[in-house]
């Protein structure tokens, strides 16, 4: 079993810009989820799918950040209009069946 | 959401120690995972422990459902231990609540 990859690893963009992150999930894996790490903090949750639906939001999702999850397989991120604030990695996890999740090697977003 | 707290936030050790990492959490769970954060940031799954004791080389867990904590065992530490030490809990396939982590740094 290859693991959770994402796409890209690191990425700078300008204040206001547009920015979308990609995460394979690994293979069969029917739930993925979002995460955002700030520094020095735990990973918080953004959202969360069951195959294609998405069925859970955070509070922290607001209407900038959209997550789309086409025929259950990978599943895009897309911030619009980026601010400083949003500078994080953004992790992405999946699981099937029990409970445990494997997470990817994480996006590095900088907003300048 | 699920109050996670971990002790101690940072911990400083030479090779060869021991050491415990404590989880607290607020509710009941039914997953619990302790995570290793390498520097690039990846999360290295440990263990998947919602109970009862493991054990994986020199790192063993132990979760206490009933109290509610889980405690994190490093022995014969290795400078290659050093790093963040999460530990994550949920409720079914819910998303994962996470503590603040705690800072292992292990010197030769």
């Known amino acids: 079993d290859t693991g959770v990859s994402q796409d890209p690893r690191h990425k700078i963009t300008k204040r206001g810009q547009n920015v979308t992150f990609r995460c394979d999930p690994i293979?069969?894996?029917?739930?993925l989820y979002w995460y955002r790490q700030t520094l020095g903090q735990g990973p918080e949750f953004l959202t969360y799918?069951?195959?294609?639906?998405?069925?859970?939001k955070s509070r922290l999702l607001s209407d900038r950040f959209s997550a789309e999850r086409p025929k259950g397989s990978f599943s895009t991120l897309e911030i619009q209009r980026t601010e400083q604030g949003d500078s994080a990695m953004y992790l992405c996890?999946?699981?099937?069946?029990?409970?445990?999740?494997?997470f990817g090697p994480g996006t590095r977003l900088t907003v300048t | 959401g699920i109050q996670v707290e971990q002790s101690p936030p940072d911990l400083i050790l030479q090779e060869g120690a021991n050491s415990t990492l404590r989880c607290n959490f607020s509710?009941?769970?039914?997953?619990l995972q302790w995570f290793h954060q390498n520097p690039w940031g990846q999360l290295i799954n440990l263990f998947y422990?919602?109970?009862g004791t493991k054990q994986n080389g020199r790192l063993s867990a132990t979760t206490v459902a009933t109290e509610r904590y889980s405690l994190l065992y490093i022995s014969s530490s290795q400078t290659t231990d050093s790093g963040v030490y999460f530990c994550?809990?949920?409720?079914?396939?819910?998303?994962?609540?996470f503590g603040t982590g705690t800072r292992l740094t292990v010197i030769p």
């Open positions: 994550a809990v949920s409720q079914g396939a819910n998303n994962l609540f």
């Open positions: 509710d009941s769970v039914n997953n």
């Open positions: 293979s069969e894996h029917n739930r």
């Open positions: 422990i919602p109970s």
């Open positions: 996890a999946s699981t099937k069946g029990s409970y445990e999740q494997y």
């Open positions: 799918f069951q195959n294609e639906a998405q069925l859970e």
